[in-house]
């Protein structure tokens, strides 16, 4: 006799709504990093955050049906931070560190709920924007990005039967599985979790990284999803990102405030953290005029994140760097997160082995390889390069300007404004693909 | 909030036995037609059926519980064909035809049980013999070989997590896809599953069926399992075995009984089908030999199924003697049925294409390949080369020459016997995968 939960049944085929994001701890643990500084040093303001999608190509909104999306995002604002999650956060070791959160945040973070979206249709994208407290807005980033890719898989998907869908996931995971065993081959990795954003579905990326908590043990660092982290007895992980010196700089008001701006978020950063968590991102206005102007504690951070230039080349220049400033890259971190492949990866790895302590920040090809998994060629199912990026802050504009010109953010006459004055130099165009 | 059906996860943990075979059905269709054959004209041959495994450096004694072992041979002893499926046989069109199974037929078949085993162990290997009617004991060769293939596959799998079994089958799933997207490729290919007694599990079958089902369409004709016949609405397929011949012959009174016992049973065959179930399986005692002493009565039947020899050699042998006997090949079919996988498919459908009619039966390649699908190498996984043959009738030892004198079966003395009886001509050794 076949046996149904009549129940399970109906439920699943009725439902209103299968939210992609079910916790505000699906988000980047460094959110909440950023998000405690941000509380304490900038409470009052205000930014604008705005949905990028660089793949214009990809017509989001002829993908992706609108109501859905309202839907998806009015869910992720009936949300609050569960009593369960806040004890985590408040019992949880973070970086080797008790407490991480202070009491009086964690208490604010009870309250908070997201705020408002506005969202419109132009030229098939969707204009996207988050106004209002840099506090608040802020943790629309994640969500905002994971909802866009988890609708654009599950519209790829809708034309499948079951039993394509089954062939495609059998084969997406043992396209993963794949990866595993090769990077098991590599001794002493250290290797996490960065795809929340980019993520094919939730449950997709939960799998990935069941898998890599499986298949390759100890060198699986940790994952960047706060709810992940909890769930699976995982450490979070991340650092800053570059909304702070985006910001520090659009909130400048003298030259020496812009120039300034980039080093006084780290020393804002260095007021509450320490340790493994004072990684430098050094590109937001170009890896090479950071590096000029830095002053010299900035080479006694733990370590760099080098974002936007190739891993090999980006690492190269800090290493020299750090040698200049007669430190020893063999006790330094360069943690790598920007487009990884198992081939960047390896490289990366080869390349540097034995000369400086590496971290590897797997993002989109981690969590979002479907890549000749579906009976046919779907387009939907290749991931698409998107951000959330501050584009205001106070009324000022806000801008990004990478080391590679493709991923610079902002008005074009303000981005002249910031090359002029940070300079271009080692600016190369690299095809973004995630 | 997690919802659990508890009914079934207590029920999933509790059951004393998840059944490997849980219908007379699940067996091959040929069973049934020969069945049919016997229960008409050898209603009180007494034969004994004895398990044989020819990869003996397997120990199945050691690999699998006896007492498992004997629950699930026990669980087929309760089975009874149910009146759907006797309402099924009776109503269902096979090979094109309405009742090809006579109502006093189904009327005895409704009343059947399968009859006693005798199971010991010896030498590492367990002895497994029916003993008593034809027309009961032949039922028991695809369930007992089912049974314990899937109980070594159980075996093989029980070191493994949830995790590792899942990436297990995605990779099955994966390898198999690969296999439909190669076949898809052959226009006009026609093939079906006939790997239900060495088959992973009853599962998997079910799942390569149904892949196939979906992935290459038309071009699959059908399988051999009654049951996945019945439940996916797809054509049963099968003809007949050596059973008959083995015999026939070993009933033989007199040399030129011996002589005639192959020509004899296609006789008897033709008194009861007719069209595409006129398919000769020639080489019971060696196909030279049968096609040397062939009637030429023989060469107006549908096609051949070539079983032992390589596909190719095998094919040409009988082409070469459909053309001597001034019959068009392309007008004949030959089925290929011998440890085919998808490289000596294809070698074989481009090297007679256009040439005769073809069609595959696929076995334990189609439901049995885990090779390389485990996280590390599982000798469980490998399939065998374990069949189940009559070793006597009414007393007197049977025997299979077959054109691999590595498949032969029999005691030695009387395989001798019928080597200087039917000539040894081109019988040649090949290695038995499977």
């Known amino acids: 006799m076949a046996k149904t939960d009549i129940a399970r049944r109906v439920y699943n085929h009725a439902w209103k709504l299968d939210p992609i994001v079910r916790s505000l701890l699906d988000t980047d643990f460094y959110k909440l990093l950023m998000l405690q500084m941000i509380w304490k040093l900038y409470p009052d303001v205000d930014v604008t955050f705005t949905l990028i999608n660089r793949t214009t190509k990809v017509r989001l909104a002829e993908e992706i049906d609108e109501a859905e999306l309202r839907a998806q ?23 080797g560190r008790t407490q ?11 309250t908070i709920r997201l705020p408002a979206y506005e969202l419109s249709k132009r030229d098939g994208q969707y204009e996207l924007t988050f106004r209002g407290r840099w506090t608040e807005t802020t943790l629309w980033e ?42 098991k081959q590599l001794p ?3 290797i996490s979790d960065f795809g929340t954003r980019r993520r094919h579905s939730f449950l997709w990326q939960r799998w990935c990284v069941e898998a890599l908590k499986e298949g390759i043990g100890e060198a699986f660092t940790g994952t960047s ?10 450490e979070a992980v991340g650092t800053n990102a570059h909304e702070l010196p985006m910001v520090a700089a659009a909130l400048a008001k003298t030259d020496s405030d812009l120039a300034n701006a980039p080093y006084k978020v780290l020393q804002d950063w260095n007021t509450l953290y320490n340790g493994n ?28 994140r080098p974002d936007s230039a190739p891993p090999i080349e980006g690492g190269e220049k800090i290493i020299a760097w750090w040698e200049k400033m007669g430190r020893d890259p063999s006790q330094k971190l360069l943690i790598f997160s920007d487009g990884l492949d198992v081939d960047a990866i390896i490289d990366t790895y080869r390349h540097f082995e034995g000369r400086v302590r590496m971290s590897f920040g797997w993002g989109t090809n981690l969590t979002n390889d479907f890549i000749g998994c579906a009976p ?14 501050i584009t205001e802050a ?13 991923k610079a953010t902002g008005e074009p006459a303000e981005v002249q404004r910031y090359l002029k004055f940070f300079g271009s130099e080692d600016r190369v165009e690299h095809a973004v693909k995630v």
């Open 394 to 406: 106070n009324g000022h504009p806000a801008v990004k300007l990478s080391d590679n010109p493709l």
């Open 188 to 190: 002493g990795l250290r």
């Open 100 to 110: 991480i959160f202070e009491p009086e945040f964690l208490a604010w973070l009870s």
């Open 142 to 183: 994640i969500p905002a990005l994971a909802i866009i890719n988890e609708l654009r898989s599950r519209a790829a998907l809708k034309s499948l039967g079951y039993f394509s869908l089954d062939v495609v996931y059998a084969r997406a995971k043992a396209k993963m599985w794949e990866k595993v065993e090769r990077l």
């Open 73 to 95: 995002l009015d869910h992720v604002r009936t949300l609050g931070i569960s009593k369960k999650e806040l004890i985590w956060l408040a019992g949880n070791t973070f970086y």
């Open 277 to 304: 968590l004072l990684i430098v991102l050094p590109d937001a206005f170009g890896t090479t005029a950071f590096l000029r102007n830095a002053p010299s504690w900035v080479a006694d951070w733990t370590g760099f």
């Open 376 to 389: 046919h060629d779907i387009a939907g199912l290749k991931p698409i390069s998107i951000v959330c990026k």
């Open 225 to 234: 999803n706060v709810l992940l982290a909890m769930d699976s007895d995982l």
